[in-house]
């Protein structure tokens, strides 16, 4: 992942220079980054492969894991084990090795990376089995590239739209890491983590930054417990209808 995420940022800044702004279609960015941030990290990768939140047919979860892919975030193996094998069961612990207490906030940011490709595979072996999660896997880093060369090959600035909203929605799962489980923010229950919320990150996270809410009790599909808190996930999985399929 580490080997993406850094040439990924080093191309985008040089087609920035190169290109100059106006190589991004600017209009096509929240959208694209509610299809790819929204529904492809947060309610596939994070709640429906990670939590199990909404019970969706085997066809539909592999379309939203596969909007996932193209996050920065990894292969959906790579992204269950780590958040399912590591994050919620030692958040902040001497073993977590994503945690801003081991490391500061770029090791939480970004240089956890180094360390999690070899480690985090070993935590969860079932899904190896299934063969759409071994291929993504094998071939994440072929598929990501794939996909910008031949978009780039037919329109350069969609391929520069792209990887703009890419390396946004690497930010937006790497901020919740580094701040809401520092000691910002508020909490609403006493995890034994160091998980906080933070409103103000809550819509640029699809809620995901409602931290301590969703640490507390990982297996509610609406972060939003209080008043006054609101949930972007949750809300784009209702209006899209999400919450309401249920696989037969
Ligand atoms: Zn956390
Ligand atoms: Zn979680």
């Known amino acids: 992942m580490y080997s993406l995420i850094v ?3 080093i191309l985008w800044l040089g087609g920035l220079i190169y290109f100059g702004p106006s ?14 941030g929204g529904l492809g990290l947060e309610i596939g990768y994070h709640r429906e492969l990670c939590h199990q939140h909404f019970k969706l047919p085997s066809a539909l979860q592999k379309i ?3 909007l996932g892919l193209l996050t920065l975030n990894g292969s959906p193996l790579f992204f269950r084990s780590l958040h399912i094998g590591y994050h919620h069961p030692m ?3 001497p073993s977590d090795f994503t945690s801003p207490r081991n490391g500061g906030a770029y090791n939480s940011h970004i240089g956890y990376l180094r360390k999690a490709t070899s480690m985090v595979l070993l935590s969860v072996r079932q899904l190896r089995g299934e063969r759409y999660f071994r291929l993504t896997h094998k071939f994440y880093l072929p598929l990501n590239y794939a996909v ?3 978009i780039g090959l037919i329109d350069t600035t969609a391929a520069m739209t792209l990887l703009t909203v890419m390396i946004l929605t690497y930010h937006q799962n790497a901020v919740v890491s580094t701040f809401c489980h520092s000691k910002s ?3 609403n229950f006493e995890t034994p983590d160091d998980s906080n919320n933070q409103k103000a990150l809550s819509f640029l996270t699809f809620g995901l930054a409602l931290h301590n809410n969703h640490h507390a009790a990982p297996s509610n599909p609406n972060f939003a417990v209080k008043r006054g808190e609101f949930d972007a996930g949750y809300f784009l999985a209702t209006i899209c209808g999400l919450t309401k399929i249920r696989a037969s």
């Open 64 to 66: 939203l894991y596969s």
């Open 7 to 9: 040439p990924a940022h």
């Open 23 to 36: 190589q991004v279609y600017g209009v096509a960015v929240v959208p694209l980054w509610i299809l790819l």
């Open 91 to 93: 958040a902040d612990t």
């Open 185 to 187: 923010g508020y909490r």
């Open 148 to 150: 910008l060369l031949v």
